[in-house]
């Protein structure tokens, strides 16, 4: 009846595509990604990669290729706005050095690496750890019924279509998402913010960048006016301009010849070689799907958010969204939680989108000089819309009394995220799992390598009573519990644990595979096998 099944298919092939296979192999679910384009990005779209999402490559191994991928840009931290590259200098400063999150995170800086250079990463990983991934193939119809769903794939050079059966499909098929779309799943928003063009190009950009790598390089002259990118080699740039449909302005208009004119007025040599690679139109948006489940269907990245690229935020939620999905399949697929912990998906993901949506705008109005004095007292800095949301669902076992006030709601009236500064980052319920340098076997961990795979019950100095109560517990519902104590098989070496997560020495504290706090016991709490249930049973939605 089918060609072929899986656990589950992945509809789109992009860098949140990519790192849903990744999450999904990295936890042994079974996946086949399909892809219509023929390979991975060659613009290099998104460019900043924040600590929370590197601690997440971190998890499944994949953060010693990042660093030696980025190295090369390392010295690229010029902001200027310029006549041309050899032209005049209007203004030209350093980005403000990155802020050290050394003492919150194993991951110490943002990374800059251009999309086109980590989704090989990615792949390759995926690859490495079982991911089944196929370029030119694309999705040409799904069905789902109570049981899973039947998807038609075709490959783009044959025409041979295959049908496929899955438990779940994950769509990271972009911004114009089909599979969003033949769901009928509408989107809110803004919409439209501004017409973009990007102009991908080979030429030798040494001698007219003259000893100078910039971050962020605008120019400004009679003939072009845009933002320009190079990469390490100094052999590749980006020009991206504006155009205007208002005006009559169509990406047709953007012939090979005028793409080359535009390029040279930028560089200032009107004679350099270029190379075209690509053109390729997209529109800046900010809107938000107005749910990212549909029976057996999630979207994940811009097929459920649109954010526009200022702060760098969208590629890194899509991240995030993979993240926080891949633990949850996993936990379904293998019997250890019920169906209905998927819901969760929803619940947590969509107001994060809301927030960061919310301020991506804000930013956004910032920068171009147009923000009210209430936008700058709303405006969060880039770590804390990164690092500090927090969720807030039946996955979570909130304390009484508990809560971060959430921030105003967002397209539709969509509830938005609380934020929490990342310094304040407490192992409250619901927040990311606070960093805390630890040795385990005479090796130098940090807390958050413990959170892959499984749930892990950490217990404070004098808390062994709940080693035997969560053991009980855990074999009677038949789950994989990691349980570690401070000062006994876990020791100590900088910040005192209990304090950073804030319980007493006999607290205990039960996170979640995705690194998220889901409960902790109150000081003088009575260890027994009843709680540690009751709590394993609210994490997975099954009857203690």
């Keep these: 009846m089918y060609d072929e099944t899986t656990q589950v298919l992945v509809v789109g092939g992009g860098v ?6 990744l999450f999904l192999s990295a936890h042994g679910v079974g996946s086949i990604l399909v892809e219509r384009h023929p390979g991975t990005a060659i613009h290099p779209r998104a460019w900043g990669w924040y600590p929370r999402t590197l601690e997440l490559y971190r998890s499944v191994g994949l953060a010693d290729a990042i660093d030696a991928e980025s190295a090369g840009f390392t010295g690229h ?9 050899t032209g005049r200098e209007f203004h030209l400063s350093r980005i403000p050095d990155e802020e050290d999150v050394s003492d919150i995170s194993p991951i110490g800086r943002v990374v800059s690496l251009p999309q086109d250079r980590i989704e090989p990463l990615v792949l390759r990983r995926a690859r490495e750890l079982g991911g089944d991934v ?13 049981e899973g769903v039947t998807a038609t794939v075709a490959d783009r050079k044959t025409g041979v279509r295959r049908t496929v059966r899955a438990r779940y499909l994950v769509a990271a098929d972009g911004t114009d998402s089909p599979v969003r779309e033949r769901l009928g799943i509408r989107r809110h ?3 439209v913010v501004r017409h973009q063009m990007s102009i991908l190009f080979r030429a030798d950009l040494t001698g007219p960048l003259a000893g100078r790598r910039f971050a962020i390089c605008q120019v400004e002259n009679p003939q072009v006016e845009g933002t320009f990118g190079h990469d390490d080699s100094l052999g590749q740039g980006t020009l991206i301009l504006t155009y205007h449909p208002e005006r009559g302005e169509r990406p047709e208009d953007f012939t090979d010849e005028r793409c080359v004119e535009l390029v040279r007025a930028a560089v200032g040599v009107p004679d350099l070689a270029v190379e075209l690679r690509s053109v390729m139109p ?22 459920a958010h649109v954010v526009p690229p200022v702060g760098g935020y969208g590629a890194n939620t899509g991240i995030h969204d993979a993240h926080n999905l891949a633990w949850k399949l996993h936990a379904v697929l293998t019997g250890l939680a019920s169906p209905a912990l998927l819901s969760t998906y929803h619940t947590e993901r969509h107001p994060v989108a809301v927030t960061v949506l919310t301020q991506a705008g804000l930013r956004l109005a910032v920068r171009g000089g147009f923000a009210t004095p209430d936008q700058h007292a709303a405006l969060r800095e880039t770590l804390t819309v990164t690092f500090g949301y927090a969720y807030d669902s039946a996955a ?4 009484p009394g508990d809560g971060v006030p959430a921030g105003p709601p967002g397209p539709g009236g969509a509830p938005a995220a609380p934020l929490v500064e990342p310094r304040d980052l407490d192992g409250r319920p619901g927040t990311r799992a606070p960093h805390v340098w630890l040795r385990l076997d005479g090796r130098r961990i940090s807390t958050l390598d413990l959170f892959d795979q499984r749930p892990v019950l950490l217990l404070g100095p004098a808390a062994e009573p709940w080693r035997a109560a969560a053991t009980a517990a855990a074999k009677r519902l038949g789950v994989e519990l990691d349980v570690h104590r401070i000062g006994a098989d876990l020791v100590e070496e900088d910040r005192p644990w209990a304090q950073t997560y804030g319980v007493a ?11 998220f706090v889901c409960w902790r016991a109150p000081a003088g709490a009575e260890a027994t096998e009843s709680a540690v249930e009751r709590v394993l049973a609210a994490l997975l939605h099954r009857q203690p």
């Excluded at 949140?16 to 296979?21: E, M, Y």
């Excluded at 020495?505 to 690194?515: A, K, M, S």
């Design 16 to 21: 949140v595509g990519l790192s849903t296979s």
């Design 77 to 85: 931290v010029l902001l200027g706005k310029l006549e041309s590259l």
């Design 134 to 146: 196929r370029f030119g193939v694309e999705l040409v119809d799904l069905v789902q019924d109570d």
């Design 189 to 191: 928003g803004r919409g």
């Design 282 to 303: 997209w529109e800046m948006g900010a809107l938000v799907a107005e749910r990212f489940t549909d029976g057996r269907v999630f979207l994940v990245g811009d097929a």
């Design 396 to 399: 979570i076992v909130a304390e």
């Design 505 to 515: 020495p006999d607290g205990v504290v039960l996170v979640r595979p995705d690194g």
